[in-house]
């Protein structure tokens, strides 16, 4: 089976499962319209009857008063009024709480996986996935479920009432009826692909757009900008091309319903007109009622028409929704187990670990043990499993074989609160998050008080450039820290290791970047930041070096010679 297949394959089955889990909310709706349906065929009924007594009225006789039957329909029509709201209001709901349901389930999916599978998507890619790709499955539980149950049940209603009073006007309907779902079947067959190509050009033209305005600096200096603007412009129309597709398929499905309906309705209506014509027609209020009725037949299958088009959104979206890696099946019961926040010792023994089989392995049988309390430097070149022994001891990713503990224990084993509260991370360009200097600093241990993210701050040398602004540690920045230069955003990321106190102190490559003045300071904070910790330490920089320690050289994944840094 191809790729492509299997993707669809996949697809389907999170489609069915999920309209499974979205039923409850739906019912509400559902039930409403099958009301709506029943108070429609009382209201036929009585127009049928005030219709009649007004045809077979004369001056020599006196008919009956139609008083009755107009007080039935005016109750029927504001029934159905309120019913319309109510199915409404309810449909909304349903579409609400689905939504949140699936944003909720996919960025746990996506934050269980780790920044390993969110590095290999684009942001662009993925921000489509937990917002367009979910808004456009609002329509299959608002709209799609209870039309597809309500096409079913509505029309089955209308010909129990129509077959009690003529069986030949009821086998009329039916054969229209069934016509419907097989033409919009044959549309669906294109649609469901134009619908997954429309997404698809969605998330290039997204991805493009964020890539471009990400890197506008550099479109500007190299004189780019008219080409990369026509580009754009390419895409969004390749986009608006796309989407007119599917809307073309929605209206042969559109078409298809209306010629049935008109059908019907001519059919019926010659057949009771020539009835009357030859005199065989004794029940004008029957005639009436089955004519009434046609249109009432076809209102449901004229909202499965119309929630046809968000099932194939739906069918688009869950492509790539389905796409997300899943959460992992609970392993066996086992021993949770924790370590002592104190002291903390760290080995890898005979660890493998491979990202993509066509690089071949990022570890490669490593092995080496860091006392607790002890400050061991990865030295090596780029590519050499630096960074990758610093993920799996952040948790980000399991080793392929082999054995990581910490004091002992696997790290499999452990909680993964307690991995967090143990370990504290810096990497080459620390993430701070629109807000103050003082929030992106609490952001490591939030219940902090002010007293301590400012001594944390002070720690770190983050209040030797504070002071000079006018709003100090209260100062706003911007995303990414913007505002900030690249020394102050790592003293910024330095100062919430402060503020964490954890015992164990990953540094991955943490002067990247910067100049060496300011690397001196960095290295400065962070050996005062490694004083009673265990520290690793994964740099190819021979400041860096300067750490006292133990030095590890990994090459192609696999320790070397480790020796004494004075």
């Known amino acids: 089976m191809s790729e492509s297949h299997q993707r669809n394959a996949a697809a389907r089955v999170w489609l069915r499962r999920e309209q499974k889990t979205g039923w409850r909310p739906v019912r509400p709706v559902l039930i409403c319209g099958v009301a709506g349906v029943v108070l429609a065929i009382a209201q036929a009924f009585c127009a049928a009857t005030v219709l009649a007594l007004a045809l077979g009225a004369s001056a020599d006789t006196v008919a009956p008063s139609p008083t009755a039957p107009l ?29 949140r349901r699936l944003r909720s389930d996919v960025f746990t999916r996506l934050l269980h996986a780790g920044p390993s599978m969110l590095r290999a998507r684009h942001t ?65 067959i294109g649609a469901a692909a134009a619908a997954r190509d429309q997404f698809h050009a969605m998330a290039r033209l997204q991805a493009r757009f964020l890539d471009r305005m990400r890197g506008i600096a550099t479109l500007v200096l190299l004189g780019r900008t008219d080409s990369e ?45 020539s009835a009357l014509a030859d005199g065989a027609l ?57 370590v002592e926040a104190r002291g903390v010792t760290v080995a890898f023994t005979d660890v493998r670990l491979t990202w993509d089989a066509s690089r071949g392995p990022a570890l490669d049988g490593l092995t080496f043990k860091v006392a607790a309390g002890e400050t061991l430097v990865l030295a090596g070149p780029s590519g050499a499993g630096k960074s990758s022994a610093i993920e799996i001891l952040l948790g980000f990713v399991r080793p392929d074989s082999g054995q990581v503990t910490i004091n002992g224990a696997d790290i499999t084993d452990l909680v993964p609160q307690a991995l967090s509260r143990l370990t504290a991370w810096i990497g080459q360009r620390p993430v701070l998050f629109a807000g103050t200097i003082r929030d992106n600093i609490r952001f490591a241990r939030p219940e ?15 209040t030797r450039f504070t002071h000079s602004l006018p709003a100090g540690l209260d100062t706003q920045v911007g995303e990414g820290g913007y505002g900030l230069s ?81």
């Open 486 to 566: 690249g020394g102050q955003a790592q003293r910024v990321a330095i100062a919430r290791a402060y503020l964490k106190n954890a015992p164990l102190l990953l540094l991955d490559e943490p002067t990247a970047h910067l100049d060496p003045a300011t690397e001196t300071e960095v290295l400065d904070s962070l050996r005062r930041l490694a004083i009673g910790r265990t520290v690793i330490l994964a740099s190819h920089s021979a400041a860096a070096h300067g750490f006292a320690g133990r030095r590890l050289d990994i090459r192609d994944g696999r320790a070397l010679q480790a020796r004494g840094v004075a």
């Open 229 to 273: 603007a026509l580009a754009l412009g390419a895409a969004a129309d390749d986009l608006r091309q796309r989407t007119m597709r599917v809307l073309r398929v929605a209206f042969l499905s559109s078409v298809a319903l209306d010629l049935a309906a008109a059908v019907a309705l001519v059919t019926l209506a010659i057949r009771y007109g």
């Open 282 to 338: 004794t029940q004008p209020a029957m005639a009436l009622f089955v004519l009434l009725l046609t249109p009432e037949f076809f209102a449901p299958l004229r909202g499965f028409a119309a929630a046809y088009q968000d099932k194939l959104h739906a069918t688009g979206a869950a492509e790539a929704l389905a796409d997300v890696p899943p959460m992992p099946e609970p392993a066996p019961a086992l021993t949770v187990r924790t």
């Open 124 to 188: 662009g890619d993925l921000t489509a996935i937990v917002v367009d790709r979910i808004e456009a499955l609002d329509g299959l539980f608002a709209r799609w479920l209870p039309a597809a149950a309500l096409a079913v049940i509505g029309p089955l209603l209308v010909l129990i009432a129509v077959c009690a009073v003529d069986r030949i006007a009821a086998l009329v309907l039916l054969g229209c009826g069934l016509a419907v779902p097989v033409a919009m079947a044959c549309a669906g």
């Open 71 to 99: 007080i039935g329909f005016a109750l029927a029509g504001l029934g159905r009024v309120v019913l319309s709201w109510l199915a409404e209001r309810s449909a909304f709901q349903a579409g609400s709480s689905a939504r």
């Open 448 to 462: 902090a008080t002010d007293l301590e993210v400012e001594a944390a701050a002070d720690s770190a040398r983050v």
